[in-house]
């Protein structure tokens, strides 16, 4: 295994130096904090990644779960992790004080779920579920359901999930056929299958509380006709726990992420599983994007941890394995050179730091976007709520699809052996290539931008993401070096808004195959921008830093952030002018040919 897998002091720049984190203490939400306390609760976060999670992570991988008789066998550490974590705080960390939390902000515990997945993505999986499924109920359930779960799951006793997915309903969740019969008991009767759920039975817990999508018969047709409910493995009966008719059929097989296993669940088999609704009928899609949309954004974050540790492990290669010499040295004497002297691998090198470096600043943006909301109101809150709502589709799919080709660079600089098990880059390129299809395939997330995010509120998000980054510009446009990328990303910019609103021009005009068809190219674009955006307001920042003068490990430091800011500036922003090119056309070569055609 690598030495390391992310670096702590990026962390702190981002959090204290981009982003200044602690001005959030000056909220009365979060003005329990300080800048020293939000230090430790990272440096709390990476000795519990170190010590817990990092040192299995290849464990995990070779020793896949096991089906048994009434549950998954996963590694046994993982009842340890669960209680570690929630004994310590952390699946509860962003909550109030009254369920045990510590109102966290969202940006410091995306900090900490970057270490947490960067160790280990496999096993941060299990608690980060539990956290989301226990704040869905925490919003919208009852009292009693309340009183039932949470304290369970706040310490890592139950495993939360987010049940969805059916077999022959994949995305298409107005499609799924999981039906919930009033019991006449206050519960309902839950009968049908759900695939494809993540840690959705094992035993690292004793119990599995599912939040699950289902419809009461007789409700609206589609997507909303789909209620929420909560479906345990095991439900709660005069204080004992009793089987409620869910059964793990299996779980898949599959090429990464193979230390968290996704269960195929039947339900009500004998009648006799029960779930209780959560809020008002009709309403879970609603109720459960507040879920999905935070796990996308955490999809994004994941991904960024596994460039980072595929990173790492990369560089720690180059700079140990000698090979060849300079071709300059045409004698070809004397001893060979570390790899990391060549130009080309420098260039691998730089690629994945400005994709590590690059997508964390976005992730973390969307983080403190979060907090934003919680702590504002009114105009205010709302700029915000549609700022969010814009990046996350962007924050989503960057990340993951760049992280294929990143990590993809890491087993490059190593060669062959990158290819072997040896190695750990391989894993990390298994694991991460799952990041595009989680919560939602790049597709659809394309479909979420273009058509609802860019055009709600008649298109007010999109200005509002455009006005972001033109300030940003105009603020690089003031020091002379930053001046010619500031003039870069203004012109990317400008066109951005060109394609934009002849798209918007089609979805008037058109029907609306011809208004999305391109529509994942547009969110590639839109990713592209949004990072080189981060970039320029890091390279702002670094400037200031050292004017002010720099020496040592610090000037090392900034020094390498400019060199990777103009690395994607000079060889990924441009693109985008590819992207606007294909995105103009008037060509329609999706949407003319037939199936006919592809045979």
Partial sequence: MAKEYVSMRNLRFVLHELFQ??????????????????????????QMADTLLHPIYREMDDNEPKMGEDTVHVHPDMRKIMREFGESGWIACQEDYEHGGQRMPATIYGASNFIFHAANTSAASYFGLTGGSADLIGTFGNQELKDT??????????????????????????????????????????KGQKHFISAGDHDGVDNVVHLMLAKIPGGPAGSKGISLFVVPKK??????????????????????????????????????????????????????????????ISVGMMSTALSSAAYYASLQYANERPQGRHVSNKGQDGPM?????????????????????????????CSYYEDMIRVTEGEEREKYQMLLDVLTPMCKTYPAEMSLLSTSQGIQVLGGVGYCADFPLQQFYRDTRINPIYEGTTGIQAMDLLGRKVTMKGGKAVMLFGAEMQQTVMQAMQDEKLKPYAEKLGASLQKFSEVTMKLMGLAQTQEPEVFLSDATLYLENAGILCVAWQWLKQAIVVQEKLAAGQSGDELAFYEGKMYAFKYFFEYELPKSIGLVKRLMSDERLTLEMSEAHLN
Avoid at 276 to 281: A, D, S, T
Wanted: hydrophobic letters at 35%; one cysteine or more.
């Fill in 235 to 296: 439900r709660p009966v005069n204080g004992e726990l009793v089987a409620n008719d869910v059964k793990t059929n299996s779980f898949e097989h599959k090429m990464g992420m193979k230390g968290c296993p996704i269960a195929y669940l039947i339900m009500g088999e004998n009648d006799n599983c029960h779930g209780w609704l959560v809020g008002e009928p009709h309403q879970g899609l609603k109720y459960m994007f507040q879920m999905m949309n935070g796990a996308r």
């Fill in 21 to 46: 984190v602690e001005k959030l203490t000056t909220y009365q939400r979060y003005a329990d904090h300080t800048k020293d306390g939000f230090d430790l609760m990272i440096d709390s976060a990476k």
């Fill in 149 to 190: 779960y949470l304290a369970k799951m706040y310490a890592g006793e139950w495993q939360g999930t987010m049940a969805l997915t059916e077999p022959h309903a994949g995305s298409s969740l107005g499609d799924i056929t999981t039906t919930a019969t009033p019991a006449g008991d206050g519960s309902y009767r839950i």
């Fill in 337 to 365: 050179v570390p790899i990391i002297e060549y130009a080309d691998v420098k260039r691998m090198l730089l690629f994945q730091k400005s994709i590590v470096e690059g997508c964390l600043s976005l992730v973390m943006q």
